[in-house]
């Protein structure tokens, strides 16, 4: 077999791992015929037995007369970076009688491939598998694991955070600054919309690892699972670098990219790679991936679901390619059906981490946590079963994420009033104005049920995190003021009402607690229907708005 690229960072580790494997012989290339001989002789010292040689090859010349002239049995292009390349070196592999694998990460790449070698590999009764590498063939796989059997997929969420010490080659970096301030596609509200690569951060509580910070990167992920899973919410796929000072000057590049300047990013790859240099010294040998979903199981459970793992001893670069030789395995053993694809789903999770046993890699499967509303639990089963059912239908456990409707809007005339709505984000005055709602589980690891709120009126959003405080009631926070609310369920509607307020935890005087006159109830048409006023004391009407809403799929069209 051949591997593109064998002495690049991910080719030279994967023909180490697969050089053990007993009568398997592999070729290395490298545009530089020395280096690439060299690399096999160090390998072939290393693993009594292997059977490795090194030869030049540059995929720009003579291709298909070098592979026709090695006549392997299967190809890995290992090389990168694969954003804007073409299918050339794949269909060359497929005529000459080879398997072919890629590394490729690159959405535009992968989302065409099997349009393109479909009828080739199947005409030949071969193999043509992109992306044997982190995405999409470990996410898709541990997607696949993680909602076997679930009835609805609301969330899909995906992190990689490398070790700052972790070696990288100039290819990824290329890759990297290809799309960073670019759009890029995003899985949001059902359907796909765009996100601007590497721009704007959020940080996430990675397993083993602590806080660290991603921002959003191109995959094929978010506009292939999000379709093929229905997702109602979100496909996120980010990423971060350990070391700060590297992640928010990559996150200020980008901005400066979308802003117009430094077009040609291009240019700063050598500096970038000579910058690594340094931010190394502060940073470790460990790093990590995270997968967290959240739906409804087979019995219709509210239910989040997570994978992790975290690498330590710089064996992250290993993680790419190991996919790649789970793939390798499986043409061995003849398991893989002929044709084109993207590598999402075609393998199996397990054959992938059984990949990972020789290196410093703990998976971790957490045990699936059922989620409770907090509205919910705060009106308990009896003050849940007497409300009307449009109403018991956004609030229950299992109610649908995503919700959409038109509203009226009224806001205060005082600049104080102006100013705090301002500074809130909060929706302006207006008439029938398009507004979603998308609700969140983000209840913390053995806490009370807890979600955010989301709410988009013509494009301005604001937020609130709702949970049952520790006596059993309603707390909605904004920012660092958190209110306490009272519930006043009956057959018509659900009452709300502000009982008590603090500040960053410090309880404040009732009697300056903006006053609520909130009210949830159905339409003339039966629709769920909210009325929320928030009025301050003295300086009057903060905002009011009416909306209806009505839950929305995946897949839908808008109201």
């Not at 700063?268 to 470790?284: A, D």
């Not at 709410?455 to 059993?472: C, D, E, I, K």
Request: glycine share 10%; charged share 20%.
């Amino acid at each position: 077999m051949v591997i593109i690229g064998g002495t690049g960072v991910f080719g030279k580790r994967l023909a180490r791992h697969i050089a053990k494997w007993p009568g398997l012989e592999i070729v290395l290339t490298s545009r530089d015929a020395a280096k690439a001989q060299a690399l096999a002789a160090q390998i072939a010292a290393e693993v009594p037995g292997a059977r490795v040689s090194g030869v030049a090859l540059d995929h720009r010349y003579r291709l298909l007369e070098t592979l026709t002239a090695l006549a392997p049995w299967a190809v890995v292009d290992a090389s990168g970076p694969f954003q804007g390349a073409d299918y050339t070196t794949a269909t060359a592999a497929l005529r000459v009688g080879a398997h072919v694998l890629d590394l490729a990460d690159a959405r535009d790449y992968l989302a065409g491939y099997g349009a393109a070698l479909n009828g080739l590999a199947l005409e030949k009764g071969l193999v043509a598998l992109a992306g044997a590498s982190s995405t999409p063939a470990l996410s898709g796989a541990v997607v696949a694991a993680l909602t076997q059997g679930w009835t609805r997929v609301d969330t899909i969420d995906i992190a990689i955070t490398p070790g700052g010490q972790s070696e990288v080659g100039p290819a990824v970096i290329e890759a990297i600054l290809t799309y960073a301030g670019k759009p890029i596609p995003a899985w949001r509200n059902g359907a796909l919309g765009q996100s601007i690569g590497w721009e704007n951060g959020r940080w996430v509580a990675m397993p083993g690892l602590g806080r660290r910070l991603v921002a959003a990167v191109e995959t094929l992920d978010p506009q292939d699972l999000g379709p093929r899973y229905r997702v109602q919410s979100r496909v996120s796929f980010s990423a971060g670098l350990e070391s700060l000072p590297e992640q928010l000057g990559l996150m200020a590049l980008a901005r400066l990219r979308r802003w117009g300047f430094f077009q040609n990013l291009k240019t700063w790859v050598p500096w970038l790679l000579h910058g690594r240099k340094l931010t190394r010294l502060i940073t470790s040998d460990r790093g990590g991936m995270r997968v967290e979903i959240t739906g409804l199981d087979g019995a219709g459970q509210a239910t989040r679901a997570r994978w992790s793992l975290v690498v330590g001893q710089n064996h992250g670069p290993n993680i790419p390619t190991l996919p790649a030789a789970a793939a390798l395995k499986a043409l061995l053993g003849e398991t893989l059906p002929p044709g084109a694809r993207a590598a999402t789903e075609a393998l199996p999770l397990a054959a992938i981490e059984a990949e990972m046993a020789p290196y410093a890699i703990r998976v971790t499967h957490d045990p699936p946590v059922k989620l409770s509303s907090p509205v919910a639990q705060a009106l308990g089963t009896a003050g849940l079963a007497c409300l009307p059912a449009p109403l018991q239908s956004f609030h229950a456990d299992d109610s649908p994420r995503f919700w959409e409707g038109r509203a009226t809007v009224e806001t205060g005339a005082s600049p104080l009033t102006r100013l705090i709505a301002r500074g809130l984000n909060l929706p302006r005055a207006g008439e029938d104005i398009p507004v979603i709602v998308e609700i969140e589980d983000v209840t913390p690891p053995g806490g009370p049920p807890a979600q955010r709120w989301s709410r988009s009126f013509a494009g301005r959003r604001f937020s609130s995190r709702l949970a049952v405080g520790p006596t059993g009631t309603l707390r909605e926070r904004f920012g660092p003021f958190r209110f306490h609310l009272g519930l006043v369920p009956s057959t018509e509607a659900l009452g709300l009402s502000v009982d008590g307020w603090d500040f960053c935890g410090l309880p404040l005087p009732k009697s300056l607690a903006p006053r609520a006159d909130a009210r949830e109830s159905l339409d003339a048409t039966g629709r769920f229907y909210a009325d929320i006023g928030l009025t301050l004391p003295v300086f009057g009407l903060l905002v009011r708005y009416r909306t209806w809403l009505v839950a929305k799929r995946a897949g839908e069209t808008s109201a």
